[in-house]
């Protein structure tokens, strides 16, 4: 018997990438935006992302197209009723995720309403929904098709039987799934944020040159990436924010924001997508 669609909420990177790595998984896809022209994109990009899978020989030409040919896009929140579980990777705003998650709620009770919000509480997200034991993070890391990680987290509210068939759907992708309880910054994010937070205290100290500071965690912590690097990759705003949900949601002064970071930011030093960042991007 053919296996149910899935519905993913959001055409922008984290739902391009989900769903390049369901319909390459064999899934049926419902791929729903408000932005008609965000849907064409997501459907180039996720067309060029499998014909690069066909070039490294890892999808005959074939499977390719059948890929694609799983592919839908709607602009019509009703379209997802059908489907068996809906990824949401709508922006990090909370209004608009639990607007969504009430009227997801209401179109089909047996659907399973995951979020890959990377610090918001699910279990808020659950409270706001008809069915909130069917309510769970499914938190992927960028790029999707690369990193093997899902964080499965679990609201107040999340029963065994969703977690369990969210955890099924990673394995089905590929991917490692890790059972997270719902806490600020979940574990990634709360273990790597503070890590490239404190490296930007070195900077500003002048304990270290920005080079070698992600030099010495390249060298002597065998990191693929210095944590300013990434912290570039990843987008200093998005840092930043992580830090003030810790802060936030801890209470902690050990999750303080670095001064500099913040600086930054203000000053539009965004990294790679402003072309400056602790490094300069040509
Ligand atoms: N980018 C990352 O590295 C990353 C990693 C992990 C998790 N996340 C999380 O994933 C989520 C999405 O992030 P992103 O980087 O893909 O964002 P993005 O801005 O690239 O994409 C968001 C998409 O949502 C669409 N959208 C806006 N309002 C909508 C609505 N009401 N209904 C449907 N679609 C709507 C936009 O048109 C856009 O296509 C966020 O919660 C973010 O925290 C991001």
Known sequence: MDKKAIGVVGAGTMGQGIAQVLVSSGRQVMLYDVAEAQLERAEDKIGKGLARLVEKDKLSEDECSAALARLGKTTSLETLGDCEVIIEAVPEQPELKETLFRDLSALNQDTILASNTSSLSLTRLAAVSERPERVVGMHFFNPVPILKLVEVIRAEQTSDATVAKVEALAEELGKTAVAIADSPGFAVNRLLVPMIN??????????????????????????????????????????????????DGFGDPKYRPCPLLKRMVDAGYLGRKSGRGFHIYE
Request: aromatic fraction near 2%; charged fraction near 20%.
């Open 198 to 247: 404190e490296a930007a205290f070195l900077l500003q100290e002048g304990v270290a040159s920005a080079e070698d500071i992600d030099q010495a965690m390249k060298l002597g912590a065998a990191h693929p990436l210095g944590p300013l690097a990434l912290a570039d990759l990843i987008g200093l705003d998005v840092c930043l924010s992580i830090m003030e949900v810790l802060q």
